[in-house]
């Protein structure tokens, strides 16, 4: 068993940044991909990033290149999302997932643990 935390959220204006945090603790030891997601009121949830445990690649989707910043501390065991130049439209609740492995696009499939998650609000 995974269980994650996501912290950080909260309202922010636009132009702003934030930075999220996902603790991850239970048998990690076999999932090395860890991603974050988000989903919009009405809308379905879309991967934002993802980063492997093995070498530490990354991926972004398109709206998150150049502005989001997805990291790992240390042991692993926390990832971050570091957001910048924050648009309303990144309006969301932010999931932190777990996977296995990361492969092809960030889909949701491929992840078996998910967090709470943590509302992000920007305003104009």
């Known amino acids: 068993q995974v269980q994650l935390v996501e912290s950080g959220g909260g309202p922010v204006q636009a132009g702003g940044s934030l930075r999220l945090s996902c603790a991850a603790t239970g048998s990690l030891s076999n999932y090395n991909c860890m991603a974050w997601f988000r989903q919009a009121p009405g809308k379905e949830r879309e991967g934002v990033a993802r980063i492997s445990n093995i070498g530490g690649r990354t991926t972004y989707v398109e709206s998150g290149k150049g502005r989001f910043t997805i990291t790992q501390g240390n042991a692993k065991s926390t990832v971050y999302l570091q957001m910048n130049t924050l648009k309303t439209e990144d309006t969301a609740m932010y999931y932190c997932?777990?996977?296995?492995?990361?492969?092809?696009?960030?889909?949701?499939?491929?992840?078996?643990?998910w967090g709470q998650g943590t509302q992000v609000t920007v305003s104009s």
């Open positions: 997932a777990a996977g296995s492995w990361c492969y092809g696009d960030i889909k949701q499939s491929a992840f078996s643990y």
